[in-house]
């Protein structure tokens, strides 16, 4: 088979019998470690997407991966239908670290925002005395959280919400990083409304980072209405921003956090709900479950994930070198870049139009052995492995420079 003949091929396959719901670039990857991956034609390629977080730890993490073959070996499911030696140790674990009393395990972080949908409504109803049917909740524009009926009821996206309806009633969404908005929506129905939720920085959004002060102003008024702050930290916890959780950065401290990708550390996929016995303690036997969610195995690899964080390195990591990865990227404004957003190894960057779309540069990017992903048309997300080193961020942001100018 000549160069290039085994993407093709690959490709063809994926087009041909695929459902068409991704627009991957043209990249085929057949194996990865750290913070390259290699493609079927023995490329290599510097990941600066993580699976946008889901491999904050690198790609196949000798400690992430030793964790799954030891309980291979032992038992894989059980299903909640029976207790298993995995599950207690990683449900007090994950609330130590958050901070909090009681974890929900899900799968995907679909399931996990689901579920966090579902209980602040059943916390409103038992907890607050919201009455039956009534239970409101306030989410911000242009929203990610993601792709179920329910979810994209309160996204602004229309591309996502195109021919999904009808949708779930009972979100009220307002501008995000707008206060006073948020305050005069409590005050609208307050004895209905029983949840905030919100993306500390938004991701899909194009990583946009909220006024200062606005995450704390949140926190205040929905402690003020008796009302819960839910914290989407799928994609900015775990290390993504330079702290544990993105909250931190105001020091604010929510009613739940919502987590998912990098808590399965790329191996398997793995989301909770963490939050208060107060709030989780409205689930009874049978109202919600998942056969996967909280198997032996994705609790292995948790643990071995919420050990890791626990170091702290991978945070200082984050933050030292995300220092390195805005003062760069900021040279660039007014050289092809326009906007430069984000906090530790996390950035959204808008490019000028005049260089390319988003897509066009990502395509350059992979023809120099940079992967990246567009938003939005213009803005390119910029977020590695918190593993990479200086020495290949440096090269990998050299091949940014380059693509803008050509």
């Given at each position: 088979?000549?160069?290039?003949?085994?993407?093709?091929?690959?490709?063809?396959a994926?087009?041909?019998?695929?459902?068409?719901?991704?627009?991957?670039?043209?990249?085929?990857?057949?194996?990865?470690?750290?913070?390259?991956?290699t493609?079927?034609?023995?490329?290599?390629?510097?990941?600066?997407?993580?699976?946008y977080?889901?491999?904050?730890?690198?790609?196949?993490?000798?400690?992430?991966?030793?964790?799954?073959?030891?309980?291979?070996d032992?038992?894989?499911?059980?299903?909640?239908?029976?207790?298993?030696?995995?599950?207690?140790?990683?449900?007090?674990?994950?609330?130590?670290?958050?901070?909090?009393?009681?974890?929900?395990?899900m799968?995907?972080?679909?399931?996990?925002?689901?579920?966090?949908?579902?209980?602040?409504?059943?916390?409103?109803?038992?907890?607050?005395?919201?009455?039956?049917?009534?239970?409101?909740?306030?989410?911000?524009?242009?929203?990610?959280?993601?792709?179920?009926t329910?979810?994209?009821?309160?996204?602004?996206?229309?591309?996502?919400?195109?021919d999904?309806?009808?949708?779930?009633?009972?979100?009220?969404?307002?501008?995000?990083?707008?206060?006073?908005?948020?305050?005069?929506?409590?005050?609208?129905?307050?004895?209905?409304?029983?949840?905030?939720?919100?993306?500390?920085?938004?991701?899909?959004?194009?990583?946009?980072?909220?006024?200062?002060?606005?995450?704390?102003?949140?926190?205040?008024?929905?402690?003020?209405?008796?009302?819960l702050?839910?914290?989407?930290?799928?994609?900015?916890?775990?290390?993504?921003?330079?702290?544990?959780?993105?909250?931190?950065?105001e020091?604010?401290v929510?009613?739940a956090?919502?987590?998912?990708?990098?808590l399965?550390?790329?191996?398997v996929?793995?989301?909770?709900?963490?939050s208060?016995?107060?709030?989780?303690?409205?689930?009874?036997?049978?109202?919600?479950?998942?056969?996967?969610?909280?198997s032996?195995?994705?609790?292995?690899?948790?643990?071995?994930?919420?050990?890791?964080?626990?170091?702290?390195?991978?945070q200082?990591?984050?933050?030292?070198?995300?220092?390195?990865l805005?003062?760069?990227?900021?040279?660039?404004?007014?050289?092809?870049?326009?906007?430069?957003?984000?906090?530790?190894?996390?950035?959204?960057v808008?490019?000028?139009?005049?260089?390319?779309?988003?897509?066009?540069i990502?395509?350059?990017?992979?023809?120099?052995?940079?992967?990246?992903?567009?938003?939005?048309?213009t803005?390119?997300?910029?977020?590695?492995?918190?593993?990479?080193?200086?020495?290949?961020?440096?090269?990998?942001?050299?091949?940014?420079?380059?693509?803008?100018?050509?």
């Amino acid at each position: 088979m000549g160069p290039g003949r085994s993407a093709e091929r690959a490709i063809a396959a994926a087009e041909a019998h695929g459902a068409h719901n991704y627009h991957p670039l043209p990249v085929v990857v057949a194996s990865a470690e750290g913070a390259w991956m290699t493609d079927v034609e023995g490329r290599r390629y510097l990941d600066l997407l993580a699976g946008y977080s889901a491999l904050n730890f690198g790609h196949r993490n000798r400690r992430l991966i030793e964790a799954a073959k030891a309980q291979l070996d032992r038992v894989t499911l059980t299903s909640r239908a029976f207790h298993h030696d995995r599950f207690g140790a990683f449900c007090s674990e994950l609330a130590e670290l958050c901070g909090m009393e009681m974890v929900l395990p899900m799968n995907t972080g679909a399931e996990a925002m689901e579920t966090a949908v579902k209980t602040a409504r059943k916390w409103g109803y038992r907890i607050k005395g919201v009455p039956d049917g009534r239970a409101r909740i306030i989410a911000a524009g242009n929203n990610f959280h993601g792709r179920t009926t329910t979810l994209i009821s309160f996204s602004t996206d229309p591309e996502a919400r195109a021919d999904h309806g009808p949708f779930t009633p009972g979100f009220s969404i307002v501008p995000y990083g707008d206060l006073a908005a948020m305050a005069a929506t409590l005050d609208a129905a307050p004895e209905e409304t029983v949840a905030v939720l919100l993306e500390p920085i938004q991701g899909e959004a194009g990583v946009v980072v909220p006024p200062p002060g606005y995450l704390a102003g949140v926190r205040e008024l929905t402690r003020e209405r008796n009302v819960l702050f839910i914290a989407d930290e799928i994609q900015s916890g775990l290390g993504r921003t330079g702290t544990t959780f993105a909250c931190e950065h105001e020091g604010v401290v929510p009613d739940a956090y919502v987590l998912g990708k990098a808590l399965g550390g790329g191996v398997v996929p793995v989301s909770a709900v963490v939050s208060s016995r107060e709030v989780l303690g409205v689930h009874r036997p049978g109202e919600h479950g998942s056969t996967f969610g909280g198997s032996p195995l994705a609790c292995a690899v948790a643990l071995e994930v919420i050990a890791m964080v626990r170091t702290g390195e991978f945070q200082r990591h984050s933050a030292t070198l995300g220092e390195l990865l805005h003062r760069e990227l900021g040279l660039l404004l007014g050289r092809g870049i326009q906007e430069v957003r984000g906090r530790g190894l996390w950035a959204g960057v808008d490019i000028d139009p005049s260089r390319g779309t988003g897509r066009q540069i990502s395509e350059r990017l992979m023809d120099r052995g940079v992967l990246v992903k567009d938003t939005h048309g213009t803005t390119v997300r910029i977020a590695p492995p918190l593993v990479i080193s200086e020495e290949d961020l440096e090269w990998g942001l050299d091949q940014l420079r380059a693509v803008l100018a050509e």
